[in-house]
């Protein structure tokens, strides 16, 4: 992936509120409404949808690198926010993380969580209607075979049905348009969740140790 251009901005926490609003807009838009993975048959160099696929490919790359930048950039805007509310000097105690910053941390595990719900949705069902798809293709090979000798497939040689079998397998079996290569992205993503979940889970436990809370209560 390429590398995200990172520009370094002063603004008011107004203006920060209004861009953490607007890329929630835009990450959440980004995730629901993207297509990740399509379907092409054969050789074509167009989708089932009729997108080019060279242009539905850079799309999908191009979109999945934005996701990961917004997602970035909601957790930024979120713990500046949040310091900006209680004081620079409660941004880090003895370099450990805050409340905050485990809060954010979550925030940005569900939209993890989002998009690969996303990935998975649309992958299986790629995946079967390709499966369902090819599993027809035999039929249909045979019959095209016997058009070729003249209605009787057994009058072709050998190697005669081997190269038509590959030609008519070629140009007509459908197959998956998967530029995010999510068959090996997916259980990778997995991984990364729920690794980032049990070090959130750690963290709340530690933090919910070490905070002492200060409260009158009734005798009773």
């Known amino acids: ?32 409404n993207t297509k990740f993975v399509s379907l092409a048959t054969g050789i074509s160099k167009k989708t089932r949808d009729g997108e080019i696929i060279e242009e539905f490919e850079a799309n999908a790359k191009s979109t999945y690198q934005r996701i990961v930048a917004l997602v970035s950039n909601y957790g930024k805007l979120s713990r500046r926010i949040a310091l900006a509310n209680v004081g620079e000097a409660t941004e880090i105690i003895g370099g450990e993380p805050t409340v905050s910053d485990v809060m954010i941390q979550q925030q940005r595990d569900k939209f993890s969580e989002r998009v690969l719900d996303v990935f998975k949705t649309q ?9 369902y798809s090819n599993e027809s293709l035999s039929e249909r090979l045979d019959k095209f075979l016997a058009s070729m000798a003249g209605g009787e497939k057994n009058k072709l040689f050998p190697k005669e049905v081997e190269e038509l079998t590959e030609t008519f397998r070629r140009q007509n079996e459908l197959r998956l348009v998967d530029p995010l290569k999510l068959i090996t992205l997916i259980p990778e993503a997995e991984k990364k969740l729920e690794e980032s979940k049990a070090e959130v889970d750690s963290l709340l436990d530690e933090l919910n140790a070490r905070i002492v809370i200060e409260i009158d209560l009734n005798e009773v």
Request: glycine letters at 0%; charged letters at 35%.
């Open 123 to 131: 992958y299986s069902s790629a995946k079967r209607d390709v499966d």
């Open 1 to 32: 992936m390429e590398n995200t251009k990172v520009s370094n901005q002063k603004i008011s926490l107004h203006r920060a509120l209004a861009m953490r609003k607007m890329t929630k807009k835009r990450l959440l838009d980004a995730i629901d």
